[in-house]
């Protein structure tokens, strides 16, 4: 019953938020390890995706693009290295344990006709821009806006991301506190049992829990099942985990600008890949 009454929660605040959700992931960029979990000293291929619900093209390496690119463990930060062009990026951990991928790209500067950038926010469920806009009857006004992309993946070093055979405790990703500027933070399960498992995570902007965003979440085990809900005042999203296997849980927040003749509106596209085992 339970299960049932989330489910047409989340269906109630999908529909409310976002009336075309694979619109509202045609622009998701994220993360992709070649394994969720290796061993230290073994080489890390990443690549960086764009695309919705876990399938992407592969977006070549552009190193002016890149404020901050690095993995984080309980060493420090080790910088993910490539090719300017390249189809992937390369780091070796030094050491074991829960790690964090962290992608921090430059602004892009994206201008839009009124109207597309009008259907643009939408789409993304991005009301209080657009209202702002209405307000200040800016509807045949150019959307000139700047984002910034905030990715994030966990990493498992030296082990393995789900349970080898004989192995009583279940691995679990593990996430910490970066510092991006919009970043989702993956939360203990608060409810890890068979029946009713979940996945939580917690929005940050500019290190503070952020209210009412919308948070998509997407397995690749039921991609067109796609779960949304908007964050308490503590920032926290919550979604049915039932699925094993990777997960992709994304938002968006933006705000208009002050001060800066380049754009009007600033944007913050967050992004969080996992593996999840079946004993999550």
């Excluded at 929660?9 to 994220?30: D, G, K, M, S």
């Excluded at 993946?153 to 500027?181: K, N, Q, W, Y």
Aim: some cysteine; glycine content about 8%.
């Amino acid at each position: 019953m339970k299960s049932m009454i989330n489910r047409r929660l989340t269906a109630a605040i999908a529909a409310v938020l976002c009336a075309a959700a694979p619109a509202a992931l045609a622009h998701e960029f994220w993360l992709m390890p070649h394994a969720f979990g290796i061993q230290a000293g073994e080489l890390l291929r990443v690549r960086t995706l764009h695309g919705e619900r876990l399938d992407g093209q592969t977006v070549p390496r552009n190193n002016a693009a890149v404020a901050r690119f690095e993995l984080v463990d309980d060493t420090g930060a080790t910088p993910v290295r490539g090719v300017d062009g390249g189809p992937e990026s390369f780091v070796r951990p030094a050491g074991t344990g829960p790690a964090v991928l962290v992608y921090e790209s430059t602004e892009f500067v994206n201008i839009l006709p009124a109207e597309r950038f009008d259907a643009y926010l939408t789409e993304e469920g991005l009301t209080d821009a657009l209202r702002d806009r209405q307000t200040r009857g800016e509807q045949a006004t150019p959307g000139r806006e700047v984002y910034v992309r905030c990715a994030k993946s966990l990493i498992a070093v030296g082990r393995a991301p789900t349970p080898e055979p004989g192995v009583t405790e279940p691995t679990r990703p593990a996430d910490r506190v970066v510092g991006l500027p919009l970043e989702l933070v993956l939360e203990p399960t608060d409810n890890p049992g068979p029946d009713e498992p979940t996945v939580t995570v917690r929005a940050l902007f500019n290190g503070l829990p952020i209210e009412g965003l919308r948070v998509v979440a997407a397995s690749a085990a039921s991609p067109s099942d796609l779960q949304i809900a908007a964050t308490d005042r503590a920032g926290i999203a919550r979604f049915e985990g039932r699925d094993a296997g990777t997960w992709l849980i994304t938002a968006l927040h933006i705000e208009r600008t002050a001060g800066r003749a380049d754009c009007d509106w600033k944007s913050y596209w967050a992004s969080l890949s996992l593996v999840r085992s079946d004993r999550n």
